[in-house]
């Protein structure tokens, strides 16, 4: 029922909604961004229209330089003032994470806007070289390890120029049609993470890359509540459908994107958005470039429950298995 409401909505704002871009009059100038999953789709057309609006230097995070340096090309084309870094980032090793994040505080005198844009989506159950299921380590470990160790430049960069600076997570309104009871109560007495890394509960299908988008709002939510909106404004948005690359393993949503789907500028519309404007949105979720209220399951006290219960997880979990991520002095309650 509740998948079928959700998916009347997105059809609804599909066929309705316009996104838009930045308005001229934002302006950029002086300031440092870093986009993940910056070398194609939304993430590239979000790099782009933050370029083109003044931005000083940007940081293209890829996978792969050569993409990379593809992408570069056509941003610089677009914006040929901005200074632009190509620096590899793998979400699928913990050392490459670590390494791009000191990197951030040791090369870069200021950041003032973090977009965690990179994710994928299979079909299939897949593992990781960490171990983890490969939605649970790219789209939420990932995004989630970043989000802390960006704090300390982002903090940095605030407190020197009196004004908050900006991380936004790229999320998916399918967060909302994930199997929510495995996730508040996983069966077996597992953990969250455990539960979803174990090929017995994987269904085939969208049954990974779902809940892996809802532990990115509820762990934008708990990273959230422990920063000062003074210092850093954490949101989350959803994009809604776009063309991108990122529906090619999944034929009937390739086949879907014909008669919905926006363009990928227009779901970068949706990042910079975000990312730039809406200074009241600390913790909260974006979807149609607009604060929405999201679902009781994660507003109500048993999701506040499973939020902390997943902030725990999380970093017991980064604790063990990235020990040299130090991430107690990223976590410092403000
Ligand atoms: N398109 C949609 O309809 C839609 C809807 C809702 C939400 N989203 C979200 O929007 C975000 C961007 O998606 P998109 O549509 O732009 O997809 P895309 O065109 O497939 O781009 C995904 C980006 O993520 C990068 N990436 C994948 N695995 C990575 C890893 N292990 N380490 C670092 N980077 C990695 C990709 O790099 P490579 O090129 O090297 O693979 C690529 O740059 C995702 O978080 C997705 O969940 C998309």
Redesign the pocket.
């Known amino acids: 029922m509740l998948y079928l409401s959700n998916f009347i909505t997105m059809v609804w704002y599909q066929l309705t909604f316009k996104p838009q871009p930045l308005p001229d009059d934002i302006r950029l100038d002086g300031l440092t961004a870093i986009v ?9 057309e979000a790099a782009k229209e933050l370029a083109s609006h003044g931005l000083s230097r940007l940081i293209l ?4 330089l050569s ?1 990379g340096e593809a992408a570069k090309a056509e941003v610089s084309r677009e914006a040929p003032e901005c200074d632009i870094l190509i620096w590899q ?4 090793s913990w050392e ?1 994470m670590v390494a791009f994040a000191k990197r951030a505080s040791a090369e870069l005198d200021r950041l003032d806007i973090v977009l965690l ?5 299979r079909l299939e159950f897949t593992r ?1 070289p960490t171990g983890h299921e490969a939605h649970v ?3 939420y470990l ?1 995004t989630a390890l970043l989000s802390l160790l960006l704090v300390e430049p982002l903090r940095r960069t605030s407190q020197q120029k009196g004004k908050p600076s900006r991380m936004t997570i ?5 967060a909302f049609s994930a199997p929510v009871q495995d996730i508040l109560e996983p069966k077996g007495g597992k953990g969250i993470i455990s539960w979803l890394d174990d090929p017995a509960s994987f269904v085939p299908g969208i049954s990974r ?1 779902k809940p892996s ?1 809802l532990l990115g709002v509820l762990w934008t939510r708990a990273l959230a509540a422990r920063l000062d909106s003074a210092n850093i404004i954490l949101n989350t948005l ?11 393993v999944d034929a009937s ?1 390739e086949w879907m ?1 014909k008669f919905l ?1 926006w363009s ?1 500028a227009e ?1 970068g519309y949706h990042l910079t958005d975000a990312a730039v404007r809406h200074p009241d949105s600390h913790g909260e979720y974006l979807s149609e470039q607009r604060i929405r209220p999201v679902p009781n399951l994660v507003s109500s006290a048993k999701g506040k429950e499973v939020q902390n219960k997943l902030w725990d997880e999380t970093t017991s979990l980064i604790r063990a298995e990235c020990p040299d991520a130090n991430i107690e002095e990223f976590t410092r309650v403000e």
């Open positions: 993940t999953g910056a070398n194609v789709g939304l993430g590239f995070a890829v996978r792969d993409k980032l793998d979400q699928e490459s844009n990179a994710g994928l989506k990781s380590q790219i789209n990932g790229t999320g998916s309104s399918v890359y988008k959803n994009p809604g459908w776009c063309n991108s690359s990122f529906h090619r949503a994107s789907a990928s779901g």
